[in-house]
């Protein structure tokens, strides 16, 4: 009732057949002028104008780069702090004495933490297509310590040369001492450090949302745009991508933290949405954050690793390459170099010196490392690319801006 009071109080003014034509017409030719500049961008590609695309993504890193000295400088307090900080650890490693194996341990331990944090980073950022740094390797990784435990019995490896390398240890391992919770212990850090990544790789979305929010400007993220035409069109919702975002909106929306919590704790490609909807709705940060940060290096995580721990137990990979012989006519040719690529790396685990590497090692491995490679191109290409296409959209705008104070 107040608010309908309020309506009636405001000046009324008849609105004309030509006028609402006028109006939808303007917001017509807007939205098709705005489509065919979105499409303009997405053309702006390096296999269709390589020369245009080059100069676009480095301009775009000049502007970044500038943005970031000037938020560096605003915050040049801190930055003189961690430079301090850095300055003093710099010095405690470079000064002989007792104290160097411990300076040593830190730095191998910073160095290994902050190697899994980036990949997460990578992994969920947005940069480009994003990288698939569980597949590429989280997952390789649990996956060789899985197989060396229960090849070894243990997973005490020697270290160094671990992780760099997995070696069985020398000294006698009691028989079935290996168990689930004991691999899962054993690579926990890293698992837990990359999901730390993912989980600050998902603030961009959420600081980008609530900083439109809080300044009332237009949004500047195709994404952020596409969230609120969701809320203005969420009655008239048919296909079921809309209505997953929506379920996925109302579940954060409505329950905070736990709503928050779930999200993150599942495999879920409409994470992001969940971070525009918390910053668009102004959720504090440290709830945002530290639901998010539960969810994906803890939760999420160990049912990641439980999964790949149970996929190369033992038994169940010598019943997967059993079926490769099953399938008919080339089931034997293809069994024979994962056989001889899982003989290759049980000796390596008992005797890491020895020469000569079976034929189906190299072939398995070969294949495996140029997919990782064409995966990190494409990754990089899609960064030249997504820089390409913002710098076009920050002409886009200033041309936008213009035609406004016209």
Known sequence: MAENGADCDLPQKRVGPKESRNGNFTDASLRERKQQDREERLSLV???????????????????????????????????????????????????????????????????????????????????????????????????????????????????????????????????????????????????????????GELPPYFMARAARLSGAGPDDEEYEEFEEMLEQAQSAQDFATRAKLAVQNLVQKVGFLGILACASIPNPLFDLAGITCGHFLIPFWTFFGATLIGKAVIKMHIQKLFVIITFSRHIVEQMVSLIGVIPGVGTSLQKPFREYLEAQRTKLHNPVADGTPAGENWLSWVFEKVVLVMVCYFILSIVNSMAQSYAKRLQQRKYSEEKTK
């Open 46 to 200: 390096l296999w269709r104008k390589p020369l245009l695309t080059l100069q676009y993504s480095f301009l775009e890193t000049l502007v970044t780069l500038k943005e970031w000295t000037w938020r560096l400088w605003q915050r040049r307090g801190a930055a003189f702090l961690v430079l301090v900080l850095f300055s003093l650890f710099s010095m405690a490693y470079s000064i002989e004495g007792a104290h160097q194996k411990y300076v040593q341990y830190l730095e191998k331990k910073m160095l290994w933490c902050a190697y899994w944090v980036g990949l997460g980073i990578l992994s969920s950022v947005g940069l480009g297509t994003g990288l698939h740094t569980f597949l590429l390797y989280l997952g390789p990784h649990i996956a060789s310590v899985t197989l060396a435990a229960y090849e070894c019995g243990s997973v005490n490896f020697p270290e160094p040369p671990y992780p760099t390398q997995i070696i069985c240890p020398e000294e006698e391992v009691v028989q079935d001492s290996v168990s689930l919770w004991t691999i899962m212990s054993k690579v926990r850090l890293e698992a837990c450090m990359w999901g730390a990544g993912t989980a600050i």
